[in-house]
């Protein structure tokens, strides 16, 4: 930036321009990462999981819907905050817009939570999944990806048993380690394994 503004071949119009630009990004990052903000923030993360916090266990996950949002997202955010630094709060993502993970959600779901509950664990969910619609802060973007959308995910966690909801506002549930979801979610896993079986044989005879 500097050298294109100091270049006497550079047009002073577009200099203009991008000392504007600059001055424009430079405020809106002021706001945005300013100390009260970053506060506010991180309060209103800790509003929503203040009481799930004492049922944590570090063999427990906490799933979001995706890594939009801001549960998911604040050990990255808030890294020195007490909780994630407790190791207790650890997140799982149910679907990730663009990669191959959309293609069997379901089945890494099922996997996940099995895993969890055999290590002794529990597997806590977003109530954001049982909401007929989604709001405009969680940061969903119908159409993204065509191989998702929001109506399959409600429909999908709709039909697991949960616990009451844990948390006054934009809470959390427990999924259930009860029969229905065991042979439900483990139906899910063996078709996740027998897929992968088919993959490797195919890369085997391929090769």
Known sequence: LAYSLSSTRSVRLLNYAALAFVAVAAVSNIAAMAKPVQQQRQQDVLARIS?????????SRVATVNQQDEVWAFSWTFPFNPLNRSGNLTTYHITEIGTSKMLQWREDFAVESLSVWEQGGDMWVSERVFSERPLRDWNWVEGADDRVSWTD?????????????????????????????????????????KASENVSLSSRVTE
Not at 161 to 186: C, K, T, Y
């Open 153 to 193: 995910i409600n429909q999908f966690f709709s039909s697991i048993e949960v616990s009451e909801v844990i948390g006054a506002r934009d809470g959390f549930v427990r999924v259930l380690p009860s029969a229905h979801n065991r042979a439900m979610l483990g139906q899910l896993a063996r078709h996740d394994k």
């Open 51 to 59: 009481e799930l916090e004492p049922m944590l266990r570090p063999e």
